[in-house]
Structure formats: C-alpha cells, structure tokens
C-alpha cells in the first residue's frame, strides 16, 4: 500500500522559511514521478514542483521559481520542499504527491497525473 505523510508545515511572516517532508511507505521506492502541491481555500489545487525520482529532474511553477526547491532523499523514501522568502499568497494546503508512470521520462505538474496523495501540511504565512 502506497502511503505519503506531510510534515513541517506551521505559521511564519512574510520572508520566512519552512521545509515540508513528504514520507513515503516502502513502496514509494517504485514511484517514478513525485510532485508538490497546494490549495487554498475556495481555489484548485494547483502544482508547486515536482522531481523525477530516478534523475533528479525538478520542474517548479513560475509563481514558486527561485524560492522553493524540491529534493529527495531515496534511502529515506522522503520527498522535501523547502520553501524561502515565503508570502502570504503561499498561504494553503500543501500535499505531496506520487505518480507511477512518467510517460516519455516526463513527469507533469498537474493533479491528474499523480494516483497517491498524503492529507496534507497547512502553511500559514502572515504579512
């Protein structure tokens, strides 16, 4: 059975940093794509980054570019997000996700794509 579990998310202020952990059961192992996401109240959940787990290929939506990053730590079935110069607009949900296909070695950032998902880390950030 395929299990992701969150961690790290809290309240900060305006240009603070947090690092979100995404554990995976051992059968993540198998997962070929791993994605980051995010929903705020009354929006669509939206992409934030993903990572190719076989080639460290990372892909980040423009509104996140430069001030997140994505990274895996395979031995520990363990997906991070670490998140600086955060802004209250960053405010939502934050979900890990796993996909087990990545057609043509591409992994997309889009909801559809990813058959796992963890309950999610609420990120607060106050201006």
């Known amino acids: 059975q395929v299990e992701l579990v969150e961690s790290g998310g809290g309240s900060v202020q305006a240009g603070g940093s947090l690092r979100l952990s995404c554990v995976g059961s051992?059968?993540?192992?198998?997962?070929?794509?791993m994605g980051w996401f995010r929903q705020a109240p009354g929006q669509e959940r939206e992409g934030v980054a993903r990572i190719n787990t076989g080639g460290d290929s990372t892909y980040y939506a423009d509104s996140v570019k430069g001030r997140f990053t994505i990274s895996q730590d395979n031995a520990k079935n363990t997906v991070y997000l670490q998140m600086n110069n955060l802004k209250p607009e960053d405010t939502a949900m934050y979900y890990c996700?796993?996909?087990?296909?990545?057609?043509?070695?591409?992994?997309?950032?889009?909801?559809?794509?990813?058959?796992?998902w963890g309950q999610g880390t609420q990120v607060t950030v106050s201006s």
């Open positions: 051992k059968y993540t192992s198998s997962s070929k794509c």
């Open positions: 996700a796993a996909a087990f296909r990545a057609t043509g070695g591409i992994c997309p950032l889009a909801t559809w794509y990813y058959q796992y």
